[in-house]
């Protein structure tokens, strides 16, 4: 075996305020990435730019810890943040030695961080005009993003893209050995390195590469990166079916992931497997490389989302639905406008990029007000403030998370009720493949409620509504593929809350519920081979589906367990009820009933 693994977990403690952030005996952590390198350092750079916490990976990015008391605090107990704070240790001048003594972390791997200290140290001496060749392919061999060696230069990541193909230092492809050497490999299970070229006879350079490019028509799937609230297993389910679905379409078809624990990462479900970080360097390579005739991104949730701007940026064709519809709806004031037009209810609303905006706003809102920021996972940052210091307050504080976000400020319609929409959409046609409904009242994240497939306390008349709603919202945004259309019904006005031209995390639920292929059919449909009148739907359920969230909060004790727009469920599960007089079903629903009565 010529590659070394690395495999670093990924914690939540970001949506558990005042949470116990050491780790001990008990698991606290909520999935995990991988990383592949030929090296220990290349391997750990790839895991740590693969977690998506806003790292480019190990240092030089100007986000490391620069207090001794609080380095040497977090070296002393254990934190889910130490693989970081070894580097920050170094860079601030404590002794390996020092660092041993507190870790016990073994002197080898200390001595490796060490390294790459000093090959910081030593390329931010240059400017990217004069920077030596031999430097650069050393900082890619142990793995350091271009975004890392352009902070050490002082200049653009595209600069030092430039630079390494200007220089031919450029990522080769490697098979990984599932065969343990028994025997020749075939798997088309490949990671990323960077090589010394060898000179041919003829005098022209070369790098072996081991993924061969075919001349078949090609679909790259990104994939969902690491579990995580908000974005779990579902999204990977969601990118199985589409991989299958675009193989029955005779394509072959080329999977980008991190995360060990999928299904998406088992190297017989593509006809490629690309175990990289779904990290836009990465990404640019392998589609230079392969050329595909375009990329999905609706399928891996927020993680492939985001990366759809520069896809389109770049001239990467987009699979489906287009950026400028994707990035209309994540934008909440730019989607609250196009329902405005369209004649379609939401609350009252404003847009705010800074705390005086957002007072203003509210003198012309009643609180209370939902403070929603726009590009988050799992309802990052939602908070329902009830006076002018709380918004204020909340407002500072998310733009220091998150800056030069737009904030959406809604009228927050107390005491609503909450259902969602589930559909498929060719542009011309849609077909809603589910609604349903919430058990917890409005105010509460959409992944922490219990949900009910078929709705079961919704009349005719907000039922048709919904309808409507759902199919004008996914045509108005050119939709082609999965969309979802949350809502909050009030005195029988429904109201629109978000819609999501992509897969949600309920449509895996849908699918099995109702014992159909959802995601086949709007993976055929984003490819253009199928429009929606060509299926045969048929949903199968006999009662009702409900959709539980699972949490976990016996790891983090001392924490505020109640729930709020910021989503903290960590799983779900799916219980089957004949009837509505079911015991299960009634427990729920008074639930809601204490909800609705505080």
Known sequence: MDYVIVKIPRWNFDKFEGSDRTLGLQMKSVGEVMGIGRSFQEALHKATQSLEIKRNGLGADGKGYKDYDQIIEKLTYASWDRVFVIYDAIQMGIPLSRIHEITKIDMWFLKQYEELYHLEKEISKYAIDTVPRELVLEAKQKGYGDRQIAHMLDCLESQVYKKREEM???RVYKLVDTCAAEFKAETPYYYSTFENEVELPSGERYAANDSVVSDKKKIIVLGSGPNRIGQGIEFDYCCVHGVLAAAECGYETIMINCNPETVSTDFDISDKLYFEPVFWEHIYDIIRHEKPEGVIVQLGGQTALKLAEKLDRYGIKIIGTTFESLDLAEDRGSFSTLLKENNIPYPEFGVAETAEEALAIADELDFPILVRPSYVLGGQGMKIVINKQELEEHVVDLLRKIPNNKLLLDHYLDGAIEAEADAICDGENVYIIGIMEHIEPCGIHSGDSNATLPPFNLGEFVMQQIKDHTKKIALSLNTVGLINVQ?????????????????????????KAYGEPYVNYATKVMLGEKKVTDFNFNPQLNGYAIKQPVFSFNKFPNVNK??????????????????????????????????LSK
């Open 168 to 170: 031919n230092v450029k």
């Open 487 to 511: 809502f909050a019904i009030k005195d029988d006005i429904v109201y629109i809350i978000e819609a999501n031209p992509r897969a949600s995390r309920t449509v895996p639920f849908i699918a």
């Open 562 to 595: 109640q729930l709020g727009p910021e989503m903290k469920s960590t799983g779900e599960s799916i219980l089957f009820i004949d009837s509505l007089k079911d015991d299960a079903f009634y427990e729920l629903y008074s639930r809601r009933k204490m909800y």
